[in-house]
């Protein structure tokens, strides 16, 4: 059975970091693009950052570049997500996914999904 499990969520203050895991099991983690998306109270999925299974190449949304870092270790078949300079409307259920074929920012385009961890942003 195919798993996500992410970890490291929590409370920070304004311009704190944390940093997300997602350890993977049950699919061929090497050969899937990882991606970490967020949802607000309210609002709908947002993708956030994505990382190829080819070469490693990232994608970010224009709203974290500069400030998320996406990485992942193959070997232990988890990724993981660097937030630093965090801002309220960071504030979210953020979620990692997996996909072997489609687009990173279309959550539809996901086959397997975490059940999320939130992060939360006050002073």
């Known amino acids: 059975e195919a798993q996500l499990v992410e970890s490291g969520g929590g409370w920070v203050k304004p311009g704190g970091s944390l940093t997300l895991s997602c350890v993977a099991s049950?699919?061929?983690?090497?050969?899937?693009?990882i991606a970490w998306f967020r949802q607000a109270p309210g609002k709908g999925p947002q993708a956030v950052a994505s990382?190829?299974?080819?070469?490693?190449?990232?994608s970010y949304a224009n709203s974290v570049k500069e400030r998320f870092i996406i990485t992942r270790d193959n070997g232990r078949s988890t990724a993981y997500l660097q937030m630093n300079g965090l801002k309220p409307e960071d504030t979210a259920v953020y979620y990692c996914?997996?996909?072997?074929?489609?687009?990173?920012?279309?959550?539809?385009?996901?086959?397997?999904w975490g059940q999320g961890t939130q992060v939360t942003v006050s002073p």
């Open positions: 996914a997996a996909t072997s074929w489609g687009l990173w920012s279309r959550p539809e385009e996901h086959e397997h």
């Open positions: 990382i190829s299974s080819v070469d490693g190449s990232t």
């Open positions: 049950g699919f061929n983690f090497g050969g899937s693009a």
